[in-house]
């Protein structure tokens, strides 16, 4: 089932972990301050994924620190290039891209 995040988009489910209740502001404030919709919804998967991975990872709202979120986007940067086709890693190999510069 569906979750509204406002009017225009929807997560494909509701946001769990603990910041899932403040996603929806979070995305309220977004609009308050002209955030383009594309913007917005990057903005908020971004706070789904911290959301959840946070739940994972068993850390609570008020164990947060400054250092998680450098920790999140590391483990996704990482789970994503796991994710990568073999010739997909080989086209974002930094060395394959010099070969073909001119």
Do not use: C
């Not at 998680?68 to 796991?82: C, F, I, M, T, W």
Request: no cysteine; aromatic share 12%.
């Amino acid at each position: 089932m569906k979750y509204f995040i406002n009017d225009d988009f929807a997560l494909s489910r509701s946001p769990e972990g603990p910041v899932a209740s403040y996603i929806v502001p979070f995305a309220e404030w977004l609009g308050d301050r002209g955030y383009g919709l594309v913007s917005m919804r990057n903005q908020v998967l971004l706070a789904a994924g911290f959301s959840k991975w946070l739940g994972q990872k068993g850390i609570e709202l008020s164990d947060i620190s400054g250092d998680h979120p450098g920790r999140y986007l590391l483990d996704r940067a990482v789970k994503r290039s796991e994710d990568l086709t073999p010739w997909a890693k080989r086209r974002t190999d930094p060395l394959m891209v010099l070969r073909f510069r001119w």
